[in-house]
């Protein structure tokens, strides 16, 4: 392997697959983790962080077209299959043209030729090598165009139902960003063990009293909600997830506002519903902290202003969280077919592509594993009628349909 093109172009295709082998694992991992968590949580719930469909509503990379998110999951997987597409198809799509024009020095048919690729994958020569990369090339051919599909539909605006779910999952998190205490919410995800929430509340509240009771009446209610707020998200159990998983990222640090700010980072997965899918907390024990009734001299007018502005948060998040749940049968069979055609396909033809062309293609990888080259059409031969690769390749069929139960399920 000489030719410094030749060179490039095995590296990029190795390097193409390994990268879409990763990505597609991780998804597969990802709705398995999930699987496992829900199958395995001490109570049965359809809270949104049991349910990996929702979980992938949550991706927070994005990029934006015509005003709607695109997951960055599509844009690198269009990208990876560009590349390819153009690798595996450029020569033929070419020769296709030239034959249109005329007949000269045209491939025969059984013949694949890669752009820049020294070799020629000959059917007559080598029906193993020819047939793997007939194999890869329809694989190529049909993820390029469903990449392609993708993004044309969500540039258009013909996913509507995703669209409402991210309009829906930012609603909830602008609500958050706006009524969250960072300062009061570091330091009630971070408590030591001996600390109550409430002292801690009292403790806040204490020294900020002279500030919050400077404040106009207007700005002095959404102070007090905020801190109601910030105390619910804080302290609830079906926030508990969520703020255990963030107070582990910085345990030192109670002055973190990134840590905060990563609590309004798709909301929507922290609501556990673990009270019979009650998200929130009635006003009434939010009401009863002696500390809250002291801080409005129990101002009845202020207090039922308060009611009515936090029950205002309360319905719309419930509310919009429950038009997002309501489509999941509408996703999840879609959601579980791409798992099923997509993502375990693109597993599969990944690591069938990485092993021919890093154990087959390089012939110094091939003698050193053993020890003389072995051709793939010889490997076939001497092991595809062993009792061995028999057993091998009745294992991971079975493998294969476990995973595909696991996810229909």
Known sequence: ????????????????????????????????SSKFISINSPFKSEAPRYENLYRSYCENNFYIM??????????????????LFIIFWYNYISNLFIKLINTYNIPQDGEIKLLFYEKTFNKI???ASYDTINNLQMYIFILFFYYLGTIISTYNEYNKNEKNINESINTIDEIVKDNIKCELYNYLIYKEEYEQNTEILSKYIKRNENSINALIREEKI??????????EISTRASFHHKNKELSLQNKQNKDNNAICAAVSNCFFSSLSNSENNKIFSDYEILESRD??????????????????????????????SATITRKKNED???????LIFVNLISVYYSLYAIIF???????????????????????????????????LRIFLWVVLKLLIFIIIL
């Open 1 to 32: 392997m000489t030719n410094i093109k030749h060179n490039i172009i095995y590296g990029t295709i190795i390097f193409l697959f390994i990268s879409n082998l990763a990505i597609n694992m991780n998804e597969l991992l990802v709705f398995f």
């Open 66 to 83: 015509n005003n709607l998110k695109l997951k960055h999951i599509i844009i690198m997987g269009f990208t990876i299959f560009s590349i």
């Open 125 to 127: 020569k080598s029906v």
């Open 222 to 231: 959404t102070e007090i909600l905020k801190i109601l707020f910030t105390y």
């Open 291 to 320: 500390i809250i009734s002291e801080l409005i001299n129990h101002d009845q007018i202020i207090m039922e202003e308060l009611r009515t502005r936090y029950l205002s948060i309360k319905t719309i998040i419930n509310s919009t």
């Open 332 to 338: 999840l069979y879609p959601y579980k077919s791409k």
């Open 357 to 391: 062309f890093v154990f087959f293609e390089s012939k110094k990888l091939n003698k050193d594993f053993n020890g003389y080259y072995v051709d793939i059409d010889l490997f076939n031969s001497s092991y595809t009628d062993t009792k061995n690769y028999s057993y």
